[in-house]
């Protein structure tokens, strides 16, 4: 797993924040702030798979509302669910 400081270049670069920017915006809670959670979330993965996203998830997932944590462990499944249904069933 990469530091905190790995992701926040990373972030830097993609976003022009930081971890500690983006924490009072997730705090808020709400659509725009799991949107941008996701976006996050998404452009780390491309950039580095789990070793970017473990880190950033640790810091900041916490720092959402109850309700915006439910909220977003619930479209979490509905993508591996769909990403599942996606991939072809071996013949029988």
Request: charged share 25%; glycine share 8%; hydrophobic share 40%.
């Amino acid at each position: 797993m990469l530091g905190k400081n790995v992701v926040d270049e990373e972030l830097k670069r993609g976003f022009g924040l930081t971890i500690k920017e983006i924490e009072p915006f997730l705090r808020a809670g709400g659509d725009a702030a799991e949107m941008k959670f996701m976006e996050c979330c998404r452009y780390l993965w491309q950039a580095n798979g789990v070793e970017m996203i473990e880190p950033f998830i640790e810091a900041v997932f916490n720092q959402l509302p109850e309700k915006s944590r439910c909220v977003l462990f619930q479209r979490m499944l509905t993508i591996v669910y769909l990403a599942q249904d996606g991939e072809p069933t071996p013949p029988e």
